[in-house]
């Protein structure tokens, strides 16, 4: 089965289009948490950081929510069906504008992170353990993402997007009882150690094969239902 790369791109941008504006106030919001981060002082470090955890896990629920849940709510497949679209199309254009539209902020926020970490002082230690936990975020974004794409129950996706997303905090904890990677945090040096390589290269490993997985398993299939 090939794929209809034209009707894929525009079920692409219209995701995009129908999205910008609230994904731009994300943007903003994050804008603000780095700001509060490069002030370098305890509480605004402390403010930063949850107000940069609460805008990342927003946007990667708000991302699936809106594009999936609220519209299969709303019966849209119903019209995407009258398309020339076939599964393997519907599939790649949702998995692709979800990835770009939780993409985008999180590139954005991930980088203006690092920056901020490098170029404010702030340790240089926190430059790893900060990609740690975007990896983690990744991974439940692709989890949460996989499950919505695959069950219909709106009860179950939820719970699993939030789930993914609360053990966050559990993962950072696990994270400073990991002496590893714990004892160099308040460095001013970026310093990998095989803990911390190894959980990197995990999470993101494992994020690309659930999102492989979702995609070979819908474009199995000869209709949608």
């Given at each position: 089965m090939s794929l209809n790369t034209p009707v894929?791109?525009?079920?692409?941008?219209?995701?995009?289009?129908?999205?910008?504006?609230?994904?731009?106030?994300y943007v903003l919001a994050g804008i603000v948490a780095l700001c509060l981060l490069g002030l370098a002082k305890p509480w605004s470090f402390y403010l930063g950081s949850l107000l940069l955890l609460v805008v990342l896990v927003a946007a990667a629920?708000?991302?699936?929510?809106?594009?999936?849940?609220?519209?299969?709510?709303e019966q849209?497949?119903?019209?995407?069906m009258s398309l020339?679209?076939?599964?393997?199309?519907?599939?790649?254009?949702k998995l692709a504008g979800n990835l770009l539209t939780f993409g985008v902020p999180?590139?954005?926020i991930?980088?203006?992170?690092?920056?901020?970490i490098l170029f404010t002082p702030l340790p240089d230690g926190l430059f790893v353990y900060s990609l740690l936990?975007?990896?983690?975020?990744v991974f439940a974004y692709s989890v949460s993402l996989a499950v919505t794409m695959t069950v219909e129950s709106e009860g179950w996706n939820t719970f699993v997007m939030i789930g993914s997303m609360v053990l966050i905090n559990p993962f950072i904890m696990g994270l400073s009882q990991i002496k590893a990677i714990s004892s160099h945090i308040e460095k001013?040096?970026?310093?990998?150690?095989t803990p911390a390589a190894g959980i990197l290269v995990g999470l993101l490993l494992a994020s690309i094969v659930v999102i492989g997985i979702t995609t070979w398993h819908h474009a199995r299939k000869p209709a949608f239902y």
């Open positions: 894929v791109r525009l079920l692409v941008a219209k995701d995009w289009q129908l999205f910008q504006k609230q994904l731009a106030l629920c708000f991302s699936i929510s809106t594009s999936l849940m609220v519209e299969r709510k849209t497949l119903a019209f995407v020339p679209v076939s599964p393997l199309d519907f599939t790649v254009a999180l590139l954005v991930g980088g203006g992170t690092l920056a901020t936990i975007f990896a983690y975020i001013d040096a970026i310093v990998w150690t």
